[in-house]
């Protein structure tokens, strides 16, 4: 079975600074990865996504997330921050060939304006 | 729209008292999903189905059960067997297998007094 494990349980940070929030995760086989954000009081949201090719995935809002196979990592980045994303951050994986979407514990990010 | 819909949003039970939570999607998805989230442990998979009349456990199944009796619905029972049910319960669904659009419902607070 797979698993996900998210390096910070919360992180501060100013305005326009950068931002990269840890995911690995242990699976054998090939994997889907995704992040998901929830900001506070409304559902969950798809950031970005991998499964196959360029291994710099681009979403909204400026993410941008680098799949290093060798590392079993796939970290966020956003080169600068804003106070509207302050929300929880949710790094999840599935099997390529299997239903079961594991998430990571999450992360709170707090930008202070 | 096309959507997922959880309901109620609150729900308030007594201890002892079996309690069960709705989930409807209109996508035409054959996958459903339930998840449990909690503070400082992410979303855990309780359940989930890949096809009507079918479903499997997820990490932490004990004191709950589901069925799905039809493609639209896939109701979470929270048994009196489940030590620790106050929690956020969020309902998910998908087309299939791949990686395309894992879409979550609003979810369930579930308070247990």
């Excluded at chain 1, 079975?1 to 242990?26: P, R």
């Excluded at chain 1, 990592?73 to 600068?80: I, V, Y």
């Excluded at chain 2, 409807?24 to 096809?51: C, F, K, T, V």
Aim: net charge positive.
């Amino acid at each position: 079975a797979q698993s996900v494990s998210q390096h910070n349980h919360h992180v501060i940070l100013s305005e326009a600074a950068s931002l990269e929030l840890g995911c690995n995760y242990s699976y054998g086989g090939t994997v889907n990865l995704f992040w998901y954000v929830q900001y506070p009081g409304q559902h969950l949201q798809l950031l970005l996504k991998y499964f196959s090719g360029d291994p710099l995935v681009k979403g909204i809002k400026g993410f941008e997330a680098e799949f290093i196979k060798s590392k079993f990592s796939f970290n966020l980045r956003k080169p600068s921050v804003q106070w509207s994303d302050t929300a929880e951050y949710f790094c999840a994986v599935k099997p390529s060939n299997d239903y079961k979407l594991s998430f990571g514990a999450g992360t709170t990010v707090t930008v202070r304006a | 729209d096309g959507g997922i819909t959880q309901s109620p949003k609150y729900l308030f039970r007594k201890e002892g008292q079996n309690v069960t939570l709705s989930c409807e999607q209109n996508l035409n998805h054959d996958a459903m999903y339930w998840y449990r989230q909690d503070p400082g442990q992410g979303l855990r998979l309780i359940y989930y189905s890949q096809i009507v009349n079918d479903f499997q456990k997820g990490d932490i199944a004990e004191g709950y059960s589901v069925s799905r009796e039809k493609k639209e619905s896939f109701p979470l029972t929270v048994t009196s067997a489940q030590k620790n049910p106050t929690a956020f319960y969020l309902c998910a669904s998908s087309i299939d297998r791949s990686s395309y659009g894992y879409t979550f419902g609003s979810g369930t607070r579930l308070t247990v007094v």
